[in-house]
């Protein structure tokens, strides 16, 4: 299965150039494997890049969770990603994938200097003595 780029995923996600966009719909075509590290990154362009309120972030995540074109790495930990990122204010997307990732792979607790990280369940907040 062919895969995709977070470009790819940006222009179609956003339309803001008719040409690429198109190119990307049809590249995907009827499937198109899609990693972590592509959504996460995609998420993190519609926030900084095009200024998407986080409501337009959890919709484009439940959309390549419902979209039988785009698959998936790991739909169950993206899934969990965006449910810690959608009950948890002020936690980044990227930060919710890397919980998510930990847990499944039974690496935790997971250490972080975030504070609001650190309020989630599988997270240690690492202090100075």
């Known amino acids: 299965m062919k895969a ?13 150039d008719p040409r690429q966009s198109k ?10 494997w899609v990693t972590h ?10 926030r900084s890049v095009f ?4 409501a337009d972030l959890v919709r ?21 990603a965006l449910s810690l990122f959608k009950t948890n204010s002020g936690v980044a997307f990227s930060d919710c994938m890397i919980l998510a990732v930990s847990k499944k792979a039974g690496h935790t607790p997971l250490g972080t200097f975030d504070t609001k990280l650190a309020k989630i369940d ?6 100075s003595s």
């Open 4 to 16: 995709v780029d977070t470009n790819v995923l940006v222009r179609i996600f956003t339309e803001d």
């Open 122 to 127: 599988g997270t240690t907040l690492i202090r």
């Open 51 to 54: 200024e998407r309120p986080k």
């Open 23 to 32: 190119l990307a719909k049809a590249f995907v075509g009827s499937q198109a």
């Open 37 to 46: 590290i592509a959504l996460v990154e995609t998420i993190w362009v519609l």
């Open 60 to 80: 484009a995540v439940e959309v390549t969770l419902k979209n039988e074109a785009l698959v998936l790495q790991e739909p169950e930990v993206v899934a969990e």
